[in-house]
């Protein structure tokens, strides 16, 4: 008996689906054409004698490019008629062979890329030796380039049948929409409002068994999610294990902990009552059930709940388990299309948002991504193309597409810097697991387990490898393990990874050893020949191997939080590196080998340990850079050599000790920046405090929106003449004598305002009706000399946050403030005692001033505090 027929809505749903997944294979493809592409152009001017074969493969695979965009925008036009009864795609063998093609192009050109690549740095007798090699290499590659092209000519043939031909490649166009900052009700709060009880019940529990002498004591939490269980967990203890789901996870962590120490503690918070029992059946869990009341304070210090919405806002906490379930069940369904439509809306996006949007894989799940690792790595992988008319670099670009991702509701913001712009980023958890799988599917991801198949089961090869330390990954055995596979079977699966990420941040010898070992393997096996990004963020000092340098087309090499403390010598062969990170590390010198690199557009280096910014004379070196963080000159550095020599910066942190006709010539050069957009100046002297600094006017550095200035200013006039594009601004130190507010106040764009250690000397300050039209945040410390402070009526009308601290003469709070009705954030620490007297709640004199005010944080001086307890 033959099986029944499927449904005609089965199969048009099936088609659907195989249809999407024919958009992912196709993004893919055309990013390797990209990368091939890329390649050839990049290698062009190495590879002398071989242009005309290499413009010829070049032309060939934007053919292929042109071809993809066609048949992409084929099918995702189709998917809505499939729904209607439309039958599948004749366009499948023609992707298939563009694929194959492009493997095959892939290999011919890495593989003669190699081969003259290692000899472009010998002598004129061993270049001479190898010139018949390089001959016969160089014919047999133009063997391979005419099969390309008659290759290529058969698929155009076949695309013409179907009606596929190439395009203008400008049809592609990538419109970009430039969007604010988005605002939300949420408040950031770490407090255990609504839980004080439960607080102290744990708290005598966790002291009165670390008093009785046992080794060691658990103390288990149970409740329902977001019930506050790890918010009280980490108020009374630094050291938990937060979210056990199962026993076996707390017998293996169980393990790690001493047996030894008499008085220690852990604390386990789950939601699975079965696992706290498991924990320490002595004991029994600490259940957390939140009152009517703790619900209701719990809720109001999360989010502003509108007095008009009370009464709502506690039914809400008021509701019951049963009430919720039935909710539930009847939102199910709705739930359901709900998530469908999240998971579907990534499918019609445009083809250069979608590539941006595989990468968020690469991130552990539930993991906080910072918007700096993300749009470097898009950047790196030259995902960010600028449009035509438009003078934006591509870290610019990149972010714009992030906003527009976030527009989308792909991406949830997760934190946001003080000037509006995204700190870090995460992907939802619906559409993460769904865009996960289609990325494995399309070969973007490596699949689970893979690396632990032989290469004649498939031949497997994982291009993109994120190391997340978990024993089910695919390279978890190779990186971290025993594994004793040939180099065969290595070589098999990692030849073609091209880019690498660790999320390994444990400390100790493992973790730099592991990944050590495991790049130095990969590169006697000749793996790793196209990789353009290492990102080992966070991994405790890795061993980086001296081989490095024969990772020759590396974009990007991420060693911020690594506490490194030297690179190899090798690094000087990375000529193609775009962006070093060594911000946070240990390194204090560079290889002299370093200064080579021609386009290096991104350097970061540790502002802590004040490494010397002095090129060799004659190098002529990084006249590309765009960002230098961190460097340090002083007056014997050749800055006419070197630091002069960058024109085009746009972001700029140095640390000066010089002369004063050095700082006169590094201040005519700073203001010759046209380009930069971020400036951190900090002057010292020879026993490394704050010195004298001269600056010239900034007003003609039309981009500079952010000024981070450390010392005295010798000539105040600049700040009467600040940029008008200025958002953000630190003045620390810097001896000024006149009030700056009047100056400050008219800035039209400023939104942070930090006036910090004597940045200011005088007895008082006065803001003026109408001025700081969109100042947010405002920070005064220890402005030593203050006396008064005068808020008009109308000024800082917006003010969302402000901050006094240590301002020792200031006695009262300024009148003024009660005008501010935005203000829901006041911070007053270390401030005298009679100040603090007069805002005490309820009682003082001044506290009627700020009654509006949602959060106020007052912090009494040490002086205070031990005057206190000696009254106790």
């Known amino acids: 008996m033959e099986p029944p027929m499927p449904k005609r809505g089965a199969i048009k749903r099936l088609i659907f689906r195989e249809m999407l997944g024919v958009i992912s294979d196709l993004t893919q493809l055309r990013e390797k054409v990209t990368d091939i592409t890329n390649l050839i152009v990049r290698e062009s001017a190495l590879l002398r004698g071989s242009e005309d074969q290499f413009i010829e493969t070049e032309k060939y695979l934007r053919e292929l490019h042109s071809m993809l965009t066609v048949v992409e925008g084929v099918e995702s036009h189709l998917m809505p008629t499939v729904a209607e009864g439309m039958g599948g795609s004749d366009q499948m063998p023609l992707v298939e062979g563009i694929q194959q093609l492009l493997v095959h192009a892939e290999d011919v050109v890495s593989a003669f890329v190699n081969e003259r690549g290692r000899h472009s740095d010998w002598g004129c007798f061993r270049r001479t030796i190898f010139f018949f090699r390089d001959m016969i290499a160089s014919h047999r590659f133009q063997d391979e380039i005419e099969k390309i092209r008659l290759r290529t000519e058969r698929i155009k043939l076949q695309g013409n049948s179907i009606g596929i031909g190439p395009i203008d490649a400008s049809e592609d166009t990538q419109s970009t929409t430039r969007l604010g900052p988005s605002g939300s009700h949420v408040k950031e709060s770490n407090d255990i409002m609504g839980l004080e009880l439960h607080y102290k019940v744990i708290k005598s529990r966790l002291m009165d068994t670390a008093g009785s002498g046992e080794k060691q004591s658990v103390i288990s939490i149970v409740g329902s999610r977001e019930a506050g269980k790890t918010t009280l967990a980490h108020k009374i203890y630094n050291d938990i294990l937060d979210d056990v789901w199962m026993t076996e996870e707390w017998d293996e962590l169980r393990m790690a902990f001493p047996k030894t120490n008499k008085g220690s503690g852990i604390i386990v918070t789950t939601r699975v009552r079965k696992v706290a029992l498991h924990t320490n059946p002595k004991s029994p869990p600490y259940e957390l059930q939140l009152s009517n009341d703790d619900g209701w304070i719990l809720l109001n210090s999360k989010i502003d709940v509108p007095a008009e919405l009370e009464e709502v806002g506690r039914a809400i906490v008021k509701a019951t388990k049963e009430q919720w379930t039935l909710m539930l069940d009847q939102l199910k369904n709705d739930c359901t299309s709900v998530y469908k439509s999240l998971r579907d809306t990534t499918n019609f996006l445009p083809s250069y948002l979608m590539r941006c949007l595989y990468y968020f894989g690469l991130f552990p799940e539930d993991y906080?991504?910072?918007?700096?690792?993300?749009?470097?790595?898009?950047?790196?992988?030259?995902?960010?193309?600028?449009?035509?008319?438009?003078?934006?670099?591509?870290?610019?670009?990149?972010?714009?597409?992030?906003?527009?991702?976030?527009?989308?509701?792909?991406?949830?913001?997760?934190?946001?810097?003080?000037?509006?712009?995204?700190?870090?980023?995460?992907?939802?958890?619906?559409?993460?697991?769904?865009?996960?799988?289609?990325?494995?599917?399309?070969?973007?991801?490596?699949?689970?387990?893979?690396?632990?198949?032989?290469?004649?089961?498939?031949?497997?090869?994982?291009?993109?490898?994120?190391?997340?330390?978990?024993?089910?990954?695919?390279?978890?055995?190779?990186?971290?393990?025993?594994?004793?596979?040939?180099?065969?079977?290595?070589?098999?699966?990692?030849?073609?990874?091209?880019?690498?990420?660790?999320?390994?941040?444990?400390?100790?010898?493992?973790?730099?050893?592991?990944?050590?070992?495991?790049?130095?393997?990969?590169?006697?096996?000749?793996?790793?020949?196209?990789?353009?990004?290492?990102?080992?963020?966070?991994?405790?000092?890795?061993?980086?191997?001296?081989?490095?340098?024969?990772?020759?087309?590396?974009?990007?090499?991420?060693?911020?939080?690594?506490?490194?403390?030297?690179?190899?010598?090798?690094?000087?062969?990375?000529?193609?590196?775009?962006?070093?990170?060594?911000?946070?590390?240990?390194?204090?010198?560079?290889?002299?080998?370093?200064?080579?690199?021609?386009?290096?557009?991104?350097?970061?280096?540790?502002?802590?340990?004040?490494?010397?910014?002095?090129?060799?004379?004659?190098?002529?070196?990084?006249?590309?850079?765009?960002?230098?963080?961190?460097?340090?000159?002083?007056?014997?550095?050749?800055?006419?050599?070197?630091?002069?020599?960058?024109?085009?910066?746009?972001?700029?942190?140095?640390?000066?000790?010089?002369?004063?006709?050095?700082?006169?010539?590094?201040?005519?050069?700073?203001?010759?920046?046209?380009?930069?957009?971020?400036?951190?100046?900090?002057?010292?002297?020879?026993?490394?405090?704050?010195?004298?600094?001269?600056?010239?006017?900034?007003?003609?550095?039309?981009?500079?929106?952010?000024?981070?200035?450390?010392?005295?200013?010798?000539?105040?006039?600049?700040?009467?003449?600040?940029?008008?594009?200025?958002?953000?601004?630190?003045?620390?130190?810097?001896?000024?004598?006149?009030?700056?507010?009047?100056?400050?106040?008219?800035?039209?764009?400023?939104?942070?305002?930090?006036?910090?250690?004597?940045?200011?000397?005088?007895?008082?300050?006065?803001?003026?009706?109408?001025?700081?039209?969109?100042?947010?945040?405002?920070?005064?410390?220890?402005?030593?000399?203050?006396?008064?402070?005068?808020v008009g009526k109308g000024s800082l009308l917006i003010l969302k946050e402000l901050e006094i601290r240590a301002c020792m003469a200031l006695q009262k709070i300024p009148e003024g403030l009660e005008h501010l009705e935005f203000l829901h954030k006041l911070k007053l620490k270390d401030m005298p005692q009679e100040f603090?007297?007069?805002?005490?709640?309820?009682?003082?004199?001044?506290?009627?001033?700020?009654?509006?005010?949602?959060?106020?944080?007052?912090?009494?001086?040490?002086?205070?505090?031990?005057?206190?307890s000696a009254n106790i």
């Open 368 to 790: 906080d991504i910072p918007t700096r690792r993300l749009i470097i790595l898009w950047v790196a992988k030259g995902l960010a193309q600028k449009d035509e008319g438009f003078d934006e670099s591509p870290e610019v670009v990149a972010e714009k597409y992030l906003s527009m991702l976030i527009e989308r509701n792909m991406i949830q913001v997760v934190e946001r810097k003080p000037n509006g712009r995204v700190k870090t980023c995460r992907m939802h958890d619906v559409l993460r697991d769904e865009w996960v799988g289609k990325s494995k599917a399309a070969n973007f991801l490596p699949a689970q387990n893979r690396a632990h198949v032989s290469s004649s089961s498939g031949g497997v090869t994982i291009s993109r490898l994120a190391d997340h330390l978990h024993r089910r990954d695919d390279s978890y055995s190779h990186i971290h393990g025993d594994n004793s596979s040939n180099s065969s079977l290595f070589r098999s699966h990692y030849k073609n990874v091209h880019t690498l990420l660790s999320f390994d941040s444990r400390e100790g010898f493992a973790p730099k050893k592991e990944i050590g070992d495991f790049l130095r393997r990969g590169i006697i096996n000749r793996c790793f020949q196209g990789m353009c990004v290492l990102d080992l963020e966070r991994v405790f000092r890795p061993k980086l191997p001296e081989s490095l340098g024969e990772l020759i087309y590396l974009r990007y090499l991420g060693l911020r939080w690594t506490y490194l403390e030297n690179l190899p010598s090798s690094i000087g062969k990375l000529f193609n590196l775009q962006i070093l990170d060594l911000k946070h590390t240990y390194v204090t010198t560079l290889p002299r080998s370093f200064w080579k690199m021609q386009q290096l557009r991104h350097l970061y280096l540790s502002e802590s340990y004040r490494m010397r910014f002095v090129p060799p004379r004659g190098t002529g070196s990084l006249t590309d850079l765009q960002t230098l963080g961190g460097a340090f000159v002083d007056e014997e550095s050749t800055l006419d050599n070197s630091l002069y020599r960058l024109t085009k910066l746009r972001k700029l942190a140095l640390t000066c000790r010089l002369t004063r006709d050095q700082q006169k010539a590094t201040a005519r050069w700073i203001s010759s920046l046209k380009r930069l957009e971020w400036l951190r100046l900090i002057s010292i002297n020879i026993s490394v405090k704050p010195s004298d600094l001269y600056l010239e006017l900034l007003s003609g550095l039309e981009n500079l929106s952010s000024i981070y200035l450390v010392g005295r200013l010798t000539n105040p006039v600049v700040v009467d003449k600040f940029p008008e594009k200025l958002t953000e601004l630190t003045l620390s130190l810097s001896g000024l004598t006149e009030d700056p507010m009047p100056k400050l106040e008219k800035l039209p764009n400023l939104k942070i305002l930090q006036l910090l250690s004597d940045a200011f000397v005088g007895k008082f300050m006065v803001c003026s009706p109408g001025g700081f039209p969109l100042l947010q945040e405002l920070k005064l410390w220890k402005l030593k000399q203050l006396e008064g402070w005068v």
């Open 836 to 868: 603090t007297r007069r805002v005490r709640k309820g009682e003082g004199e001044d506290w009627g001033i700020i009654v509006h005010v949602h959060a106020v944080d007052i912090t009494p001086s040490t002086d205070q505090q031990s005057q206190t």
